[in-house]
Nanobody, 123 residues
Framework: QVQLVESGGGLVEDGGSPRLSCVASGRSFSLFAMGWFRQAPGKEREFVSGISRGGNTNYADSVKGRFTISRDNAKNTVYLQMNSLKVEDTAVYSC?????????????????WGQGTQVTVSS
């Protein structure tokens, strides 16, 4: 059973550049497409970024040009580098995995989820 554990969240100043990490247990990491989602209080969970098995990436328009997703299969880890953070980026960020070639936008298509890490951006 693969488990996902996120880290790297916390309180960040407006304009800050934290990096989130998501480590997967098990030996099947390279077979998963990975995604990052976020959920702010009172809002629906939304897609942030995804990366396919082969490293193709996609982003929500709201983070395009500011966030970068990457993966290191040797370390069973997917990263989310967040730059130029804004107050509206405040949310719980969760990584997710799905057993497919490509990543996707819809949360229900993912098979595994981490517990999430809080990112709070202060002005």
């Amino acid at each position: 059973q693969v488990q996902l554990v996120e880290s790297g969240g916390g309180l960040v100043e407006d304009g800050g550049s934290p990096r989130l990490s998501c480590v997967a247990s098990g030996r099947s990491f390279s077979l998963f497409a990975m995604g990052w989602f976020r959920q702010a209080p009172g809002k629906e969970r939304e897609f942030v970024s995804g990366i396919s098995r082969g490293g193709n990436t996609n982003y929500a328009d709201s983070v395009k040009g500011r966030f970068t997703i990457s993966r290191d299969n040797a370390k069973n880890t997917v990263y989310l580098q967040m730059n130029s953070l804004k107050v509206e980026d405040t949310a719980v960020y969760s990584c997710a995995a799905r057993f497919s070639i490509g990543s996707g936008y819809i949360p229900s298509t993912y098979d595994l989820w981490g517990q999430g890490t809080q990112v709070t951006v202060s002005s």
